[in-house]
């Protein structure tokens, strides 16, 4: 392969691993230094359809795709590998943020976030999975659909969720109820901290 060509490849820009308790006295600062032209130059480059709702843009153009938080724009998972895209039923959603939360739990997902409300301060489950079996946790796990998913599998036997066990998937609830699915196959790289090959 060749890894010149990064729109060939993938390539992802994942700040999850910032979240993770971090120095808030230098976090704006240290977060624009380090993420700031990656998510700028990825943003240009996806250019396409919006599936926003009322806590988290999401865009999807043949360049990729990106999330991104509106309460906390640092927040943010851009890939330029094109998913898949379909629209699921309210019990599709369901069973999808059941597996994506069962894949956590069972180490067989990097992270999970899911986005509950847009509350003060926000319903929100991040879970991060640090080094082997060491994690780092905010928040609480609902029973209820969420507005918005993100789990990143990893080496998942037999996933439904993602051919081959491996990939990213992003459940959004759309303005008017519904649900879409976004699925991109294929290992990331567990911690980007700017542009990353994809294989």
């Not at 037999?158 to 519904?178: K, N, T, Y």
Request: a neutral charge.
């Amino acid at each position: 392969m060749n890894r010149a060509d990064p729109q060939r490849l993938g390539v992802v820009v994942n700040t999850d691993a910032a979240l993770v308790d971090p120095d808030w006295d230098v976090f704006a600062a240290e977060h624009e230094r380090r993420y700031g032209l990656a998510i700028s130059h990825l943003k240009s480059l996806v250019r396409g359809q919006s599936f926003d709702n009322e806590v988290m843009k999401v865009r999807v153009g043949a360049g990729g795709f990106y999330v991104q938080s509106r309460r906390f724009p640092a927040a943010f998972y851009g890939d330029t590998s094109r998913p898949s895209v379909r629209r699921v039923s309210e019990d599709e959603a369901e069973v999808i943020a059941w597996d994506a939360s069962a894949h956590y739990r069972a180490g067989e997902a990097r992270s999970l976030t899911c986005v509950y409300g847009d509350d003060d301060p926000p319903d929100v489950f991040f879970g991060y999975r640090v080094a082997g079996r060491r994690r780092y946790e905010l928040g609480a796990l609902r029973h209820r659909l969420p507005l918005h998913a993100r789990v990143l599998v990893e080496g998942a036997p037999a996933s439904e969720l993602v051919p081959g066990g491996s990939g990213v998937v992003v459940l959004q609830r759309l303005a008017d109820g519904a649900f879409v699915v976004l699925t991109a196959p294929g290992r990331r790289p567990p911690f980007s901290g700017t542009f990353e090959p994809v294989g």
